[in-house]
């Protein structure tokens, strides 16, 4: 989103391409704009969260990128465009176009084969022209080893954290307990939920509950929303105690960006987001707990 947004400020023309849940949720954010359904693989981390299971889903999406590609030559048969900005996605470049990738995964943390994983990535990311890193070159970087593990041999840039939100001058005062961001692929995205609904009925507590659904309606019960648009749920994160949502890197950069106290539970089987979670588990800014051991009380 602030990306889409810098481009539009510089009077550029913006094509949005996304699939699924991303592309309804940007749809809602920015109604002009063309758009474009890019059809993307679906991570299943299933309930146990195994490691053969992942390794599965890493081959899936592999296999996928050579579809990425195979559609972006025909996009560009058919658009004039003078720029791909890719947001993690590998096969989505091309030779005739200046082409970007954004993502902090320059050393993804893997269960096994890290090494070889590690060489897989260069290798994707040399297609493009230039690596965005959405993080901080210093000490308060916010993506530890996954940008920061040894130095970066291609062209690259980090241009700081990205968020959607803008922490405004002046604070809400707090009205509520909790405010719960559930996101992910199911089953666990589900499971997270009920775990979370269970804690704030046990505990007695006043939440907004976001299940991160963006495809139905807004509203499912009082203080329980399938989504919400960019200003409401900053206005309810604010107004909370508590943020409590998944280790992944866009919730940590949003949360950094609000200097939000936030309760992080990686998604199990996730490595990357079971990897932040141990990054910054000595951050005083939040509490990181594993989902088998979550308990909510304020």
Known sequence: MPLIKQFLKEGNEVIIGADKNPLIFLEQEFPTLKTVTIPGVEIDYGEKGSALKLFYESVKFYNFIKKEKQFIDAFLEDNHIDMIVSDNRYGLYSNKVESVIVTHQLYPKAPVGEKLLHQKIEKLLSNFNEVWIPDYE????????????????????FIGSLSRFKKPDELPKIEYDVCAIISGPEPQRSIFENLILGQIELNNLKAIVVRGLPNSEAIVAKNVFNHLPTKQLQDYILKSKLVVCRSGYSSIMDLAILEKNALLVPTPGQTEQEYMGDYHKNNNQFIIQKQGDFKLKI
């Open 138 to 157: 210093g000490e308060n970087k916010l993506s530890g080893e996954l940008a920061h593990l040894k130095p970066f041999n291609y062209p690259h840039k």
